[in-house]
């Protein structure tokens, strides 16, 4: 008779190594076996795997036994993804970043934006983490419900974000805009500006002529 697959996890799904750009610095997020990266919807996202493999068999009648599948129930399995019975193989419903464990499997919703934010294109808002190229403009509104990442510098009128702030061109914003973030900030200087942070603020230059508060 066949065995039926014992003890099933969740996996990274491998992937091949890419090789980061030369004129890259940013380090590159779908390396190999990564569990933190990023896919869009109907991409494969994970796989289903099992501490003891499943076996087929023939019963006594002379006919093939298929191992039957057990039991998802104890694994956390969020509605951001869908699991293929086929190919035993997570996929994504929805654009952003995987978040995985052996036991749990979920789908931040992430943006990336590349250019400018300014008054041709408006404020922005998303629900999960977002990433920035360029720079976000006087008077302009962005707000991230995950980590905002800026590789210019900030300058808008109001600027949110539930996790991290990492500012790659400083913050510049004024005494009368809104730059606050729920986790850290990073920035590589802040001139003239009101900063608050829910976490910890590292600068790498200076500080001038601003309100700065951490409150961690």
Known sequence: AGRGAEEPFIAP?????????????????????STDH??????????????????????????????????LSGLGIDSSVRFNAEDLRFYAMTSGKVELSDRTIAITPSEVFNGDIDSTVGNLKCVGDLRISGSIMPGIRVEAGGNLYVGGTVHGQFVK???NLH?????????????????????????????TSGGSITVVNAIIGSRVTART
Not at 171 to 183: C, K, P
């Open 161 to 163: 974000c539930a996790g």
């Open 167 to 195: 500012a790659e061109g400083g913050i510049v914003a004024g005494q009368t805009a809104t730059i606050e973030a729920g986790g850290d900030i990073f920035a590589t200087y802040i001139q003239d500006s009101v900063v």
């Open 38 to 71: 990023i896919v869009r919807t109907g991409e494969p996202c994970a796989e289903l795997k099992f501490g003891k493999a499943a076996v087929s068999g023939i019963n006594i009648f002379g006919t093939k036994v298929v191992p039957t599948l057990p039991s």
């Open 13 to 33: 799904i491998k992937r091949e190594a890419k090789e980061p750009p030369a004129d890259s610095s940013e380090q590159q997020s779908e390396n190999a076996n």
